[in-house]
């Protein structure tokens, strides 16, 4: 099985911050892999795709990189509708999800 | 607007058996794979199931955790996926989502969510 691992668990920010998440794949899954996010009590809602490719109606200000085995999702001034936890998945073999990242009011 | 209405859910004792079901709307669904993922009180998203659709051959997918208890099915005249959940165990406690798979190049992602519906094994 691949294993996903987020860091950090969980992020402390203010409106308007630069946030970072990194995910990383215990072996190569190209660039298979997406990200999403979950609000208390709702469903988790793609964000990204292809480890890149912004998923229609997502903000703009939210943005994926990497290949391989690390990636990121940067927010790139969080907004108060972004505080939730964030969840990286990879596709290329099953689908298995880091632990998530949660996002708090600093 | 597209969505997903998982439905059956509800209190179950070990050992029984439970039918979720998943009623698409807003798209064509006989197009598309599904898949089932669950989420356990306080915990992370886990996967459970997946059937493809009928142009690449409807067939399906289990995790080992619940390979041989669950089957997963379709029925794209009606729109609507199942979850059939037997020899329920305490460990199946948890909210239980429907996805519709986004494809590409053979590998799918989550591109809709339903809401969820929350299965609770408890005697």
């Known amino acids: 099985d691949i294993q996903m691992t987020q860091s950090p668990s969980t992020l402390s920010a203010s409106v308007g911050d630069r946030v970072t998440i990194t995910c990383r794949a215990s072996?190569?899954?190209?660039?298979?892999l997406a990200w999403y996010q979950q609000k208390p009590g709702k469903a988790p809602k793609l964000l990204i795709y292809?480890?890149?490719s912004l998923e229609s109606g997502v903000p703009s200000r939210f943005s994926g990189s990497g290949s391989g085995t690390e990636f990121t999702l940067t927010i790139s001034s969080l907004q108060p509708d972004d505080f939730a936890t964030y969840y990286c998945?990879?596709?290329?073999?099953?689908?298995?999800f880091g632990q998530g990242t949660k996002v708090e009011i600093k | 607007e597209v969505q997903l209405v998982e439905s059956g859910g509800g209190l179950v004792q070990p050992g029984r058996s439970l039918r979720l079901s998943c009623t698409a709307s807003g798209f064509t669904f006989g197009d598309n794979a599904v898949s089932w993922f669950r989420q356990a009180p306080g915990k992370g998203l886990e996967w459970v199931s997946f059937?493809?659709?009928?142009?690449?051959?409807?067939?399906?997918e289990y995790a080992a955790s619940v390979k041989g208890r669950f089957t997963i099915s379709r029925d794209d005249s009606r729109s609507i996926a199942y979850l059939q959940m037997n020899s329920l165990k305490s460990e199946d406690t948890a909210v239980y989502y429907c996805?519709?798979?986004?494809?590409?190049?053979?590998?799918?992602?989550?591109?809709?969510w339903g809401k969820g519906t929350t299965v609770t094994v408890s005697s």
């Open positions: 998945q990879q596709y290329i073999s099953y689908w298995t």
């Open positions: 059937i493809r659709s009928k142009e690449y051959g409807g067939t399906t």
């Open positions: 072996q190569s899954i190209s660039s298979w």
């Open positions: 292809t480890a890149s």
């Open positions: 996805t519709r798979c986004g494809r590409q190049f053979g590998y799918y992602y989550m591109d809709v």
